[in-house]
């Protein structure tokens, strides 16, 4: 994993650019009323429903591949829907 290849400098340039981003990111937050650790932990929530684990692990498919799953197993197993 990582940035292999990447040289230290190259590592630390990155690092200053995240930092852009992350502080862009809190201060567009603050000046929006928006509690990001909130915000996060719905989002992971919402994308553990989305994503289930045991289904998406190594893939990249949209998440409407894994709900039409879901509910083609859900009326396998009630077939008055």
Do not use: F, I
Not at 20 to 38: G, I, K, N, Q, S
Not at 45 to 59: H, I, L, M, R, T
Request: a negative charge.
């Amino acid at each position: 994993g990582g940035l292999r290849g990447w040289s230290e400098e190259e590592k630390v340039h990155l690092g200053e650019e995240l930092s852009d981003v992350l502080l862009y990111l809190v201060r567009l937050a603050d000046m929006c009323d928006v509690d990001l650790p909130t915000a996060v932990q719905r989002k992971l929530v919402k994308n553990g429903v989305k994503y289930p684990a045991e289904q998406v692990k190594g893939s990249s498919a949209k998440y409407t591949k894994y709900t039409q799953e879901l509910d083609t197993q859900a009326g396998s197993l009630n077939p008055d829907q």
